[in-house]
T-cell receptor, first 114, second 116 residues
């Protein structure tokens, strides 16, 4: 069975600083990988996804992620964090024939200091 | 576009009663809808997958007789928690997939259920 690990439960970063959120997955086949953001009172929003091709994926809100098969990782990065980026971030792997059965990591809560 | 709503957003019920949660895709048709459960400060756990007009597929360990899922139309799925108990208190989130092969799910804002 697939699994996803987000080693960092909380991360505090200063506004304007760079951010990197770690994600490691375990899956027997080629994974479909996703990053979602959850803000209070709002549904999860897809930041970016990887299925195949270029291992550096660009997403919305200035986020990017890099798929590294050798490390089973899919880390999320943003060069300069804004106060509005404070939220909970989830990495997920999609399994099943359609790749749409998502297994989520435990999440990383990002706090942004002014 | 691609908005998913849930109703109610918050519900309190007494132990032993049943509660129905609605999930609607407002501006697209969803061939597949998913129901997740999220405990406080924890991740989402997939409960079941439902396709319009067919029976839901439940994940291992999820009681199908307790969590009744109906996907009667391409824009509406319902989750009914039957004979609710305090341990069923949780945050329930649905998502909808626009079409097969879209590989993208749109999530509702969630419903917080408290059973007293």
């Amino acid at each position: 069975a697939q699994s996803v690990t987000q080693p960092d439960i909380h991360i505090t970063v200063s506004e304007g600083a760079s951010l990197e959120l770690r994600c490691n997955y375990s899956y027997g086949a080629t994974p479909y990988l996703f990053w979602y953001v959850q803000s209070p009172g709002q549904g999860l929003q897809l930041l970016l996804k990887y299925f195949s091709g270029d291992t550096l994926v660009q997403g919305i809100k200035g986020f990017e992620a890099e798929f590294k098969r050798s490390q089973s990782s899919f880390n999320l990065r943003k060069p300069s964090v804004h106060w509005s980026d404070a939220a909970e971030y989830f990495c997920a792997v999609g399994a099943g024939a359609a790749g749409n059965k998502l297994t989520f990591g435990g999440g990383t809560r990002v706090l942004v200091k002014p | 576009g691609a908005v998913v709503s849930q109703h109610p957003s918050w519900v309190i019920c007494k132990s032993g009663t049943s509660v129905k949660i609605e999930c609607r895709s407002l501006d697209f048709q969803a061939t597949t809808m998913f129901w997740y459960r999220q405990f406080p400060k924890q991740s989402l756990m997939l409960m079941a997958t439902s396709n319009e007009g067919s029976k839901a597929t439940y994940e291992q360990g999820v009681e199908k007789d307790k969590f009744l899922i109906n996907h009667a139309s391409l824009t509406l799925s319902t989750l009914t928690v039957t004979s609710a108990h305090p341990e069923d208190s949780s945050f329930y989130i649905c998502s909808a997939e626009p079409g097969q092969g879209s590989y993208e799910q749109y999530f509702g804002p969630g419903t917080r259920l408290t059973v007293t």
